[in-house]
């Protein structure tokens, strides 16, 4: 059984990933009129993948220990 913060941290990767995906799909194609938007898209989508990775990392030491 895994301990409630893992489950949380396995929830939050959920949520992360389809958030990106849904950037990477729909937003950043939806504001090719405004470069402002389409910078803070690709600049979020930086950001989501960075915290994808490290909660990777994190899960992975929990779920080998």
Do not use: F, T
């Amino acid at each position: 059984m895994l301990d409630n913060h893992v489950y949380d941290l396995m929830n939050q990767l959920v949520q992360e990933s389809q958030s990106l995906w849904r950037i990477k799909r729909d937003y950043i194609a939806g504001s090719s009129h405004c470069e402002d938007c389409k910078k803070y898209w690709e600049k979020l989508a930086k950001d989501k993948e960075e915290h994808i990775e490290e909660l990777e990392k994190i899960l992975a030491n929990h779920l080998n220990e």
